[in-house]
């Protein structure tokens, strides 16, 4: 295992110093919407290409924003298209919109996915006893600057909380940006309670309440629902880290998981950036926002 991290590390650790931009294609708000992420105006996955630490000595790693603090849509890195570009989430053939519950509006951090990581559905998690969601480690970045949707932010591991979401493993990991103005002030879960009180008891009943407006009941928490320290963390984000290895590899199954990449070259999945350039090529091109339903507005009052 550790032959093959090594391996990935080196065929793609220049990314870690490149430029990353964006391009949008068809409408935000739409069914068509896509984020594509770019090194130096190549395209890659955000799911795949990107190396997950940034500095090595891994105290840094990166991080792909998928939905800017405050914002309601639903946003996600797509694992089952080429490219894995971000895209909004349907649910019973509708985008998806988080509920505003009082006294929270939209998401309350910057929200978003460690790159290669993966939380195995075939494997049951010793701490919560249930199987991974099959999806990139989510991060919670809780810095002040509102980020941008793809973009890539260099942060370091506070926390994490460990939600069991409709019967998944689904851990929630804390982060902050190395450039916000706190960053130096915070280092372990601990400093996030001393210097921004409530946040952290803010943010788990946000997990707890976000899917009861939409008929579902509380979300459900492995250790009683008590944020555990960065070294807890760590070791979370390095387990998804071999998940995705195996993956990469094809030792696991991959179910709908796409792996196309155009970094790592000497894995099955790796295209070129001629490929990559049709792929995009074939959506639409980018267009006005559709106008965001009314109701995403309302505000939901909840008693537990």
């Not at 068509?32 to 090595?56: C, G, M, Q, W």
């Not at 929630?172 to 879960?189: F, M, S, T």
Request: hydrophobic share 35%; aromatic share 10%.
């Amino acid at each position: 295992m550790r032959i093959l991290v090594n391996s990935l590390w080196r065929c793609s650790r220049s990314l870690s110093r490149m430029a990353y931009s964006v391009e949008e294609r068809g409408s935000p708000y739409t069914a068509d919407y896509r984020v594509f992420v770019k090194k130096d105006n190549d395209y890659i996955s955000p799911f795949h290409d990107i190396p997950l630490y940034a500095t090595e000595d891994k105290s840094v790693l990166n991080m792909v924003v998928e939905i800017p603090r405050w914002t309601n849509a639903k946003m996600e890195i797509c694992t089952s298209e080429p490219l894995n570009p971000i895209r909004q989430d349907v649910k019973k053939d509708k985008l998806r919109f988080v509920d505003n519950c009082y006294p929270y509006h939209g998401y309350i951090w910057n929200y978003g996915a460690f790159p290669q990581t993966w939380e195995d559905p075939s494997h049951v998690d010793p701490n919560t006893h249930a199987k991974g969601d099959n999806d990139p480690l989510d991060v919670c970045e809780i810095g002040s600057a509102v980020g941008k949707r793809g973009e890539i932010k260099r942060v370091k591991v506070l926390g994490t909380i460990a939600l069991i979401d409709e019967g998944e493993t689904d851990w929630k990991v804390l982060a902050i940006d190395v450039n916000d103005a706190r960053a130096k002030e915070l280092n372990d879960i601990e400093d996030v309670q001393r210097v921004m009180p409530g946040f952290l008891e803010a943010t788990v009943n946000w997990f707890r309440v976000y899917k009861i407006p939409t008929g579902k009941p509380p979300n459900a928490f492995a250790f009683d629902g008590k944020v555990q320290d960065k070294g807890y963390a760590v070791k979370v984000i390095e387990e998804m880290h071999h998940q995705w290895v195996s993956l990469i590899d094809g030792k696991s199954k991959p179910g709908s998981i796409v792996s196309q990449n155009t970094t790592l070259c000497d894995k099955a999945g790796f295209i070129s950036q001629s490929a990559a350039q049709e792929i995009v090529g074939k959506k639409k091109p980018f267009g006005p926002a559709a106008a965001i339903p009314s109701d995403v507005d309302t505000w939901h009052f909840i008693k537990l």
